[in-house]
């Protein structure tokens, strides 16, 4: 099953490339946020939970649970525009909850300056990484969990600085 994960998660992150953006490129912003906290699942123990300032997301809480949220937040971006970018989905994962700290995002652009075929995005929560991907040429959007890779980070190749 693991293999199957890694596999999944290799493949929506497979696009990123190793060549693409410094990591002191343009840095996207996340706007306002809610507290940057993931609703503990309805199991969770109180003392389970991390603190609710902007940098923390509850690290108990159910994964399924957390990409329900996830996946509302994203889902809600691709129906409000059918080209959104990177920033897009951050400010929307902010709003959720998600604390930008915990974010990764790739690029939206590719090394010469074009559209991206696809934006990949995702969230860290404890030692599970929730992964989504938008775009046309990879058949909308999608989503997974994921165990963090061995880097500490969520996402293969380079990602896109996100500002608080």
């Known amino acids: 099953m693991a293999a199957v994960v890694l ?16 990591a002191d490129g343009p840095a996207v912003t996340a ?15 109180a003392d389970e939970v991390v603190g609710a300032d902007a940098d923390e997301v509850v690290a108990a809480a159910d994964a399924a649970a957390a990409l329900a949220t996830f996946d509302e937040a994203n889902l ?12 897009d989905f951050v400010a929307a994962l902010a709003a959720a909850g998600f604390a930008p700290s915990a974010m990764q995002v790739g690029s939206d652009t590719t090394t010469l300056g074009e559209p991206a075929d ?10 599970t990484c ?12 999608r989503s997974l969990i994921a165990p963090v890779l061995g880097t500490g980070g969520c996402l293969v190749g380079a990602t896109v600085p996100i500002e608080p």
């Open 118 to 127: 696809s934006i990949q995005f995702a969230v860290r929560i404890g030692d």
């Open 7 to 22: 596999a999944a998660a290799v493949a929506l992150t497979a696009c990123t490339s190793a060549a693409g953006p410094a």
């Open 31 to 45: 706007g306002e946020s809610a507290p940057a906290t993931v609703p503990p699942s309805a199991d969770a123990d």
């Open 130 to 141: 929730l992964i989504g991907q938008f775009g046309a040429k990879s058949d909308g959007y």
């Open 76 to 87: 809600a971006v691709v129906a409000a525009d059918d080209a959104p970018v990177g920033a």
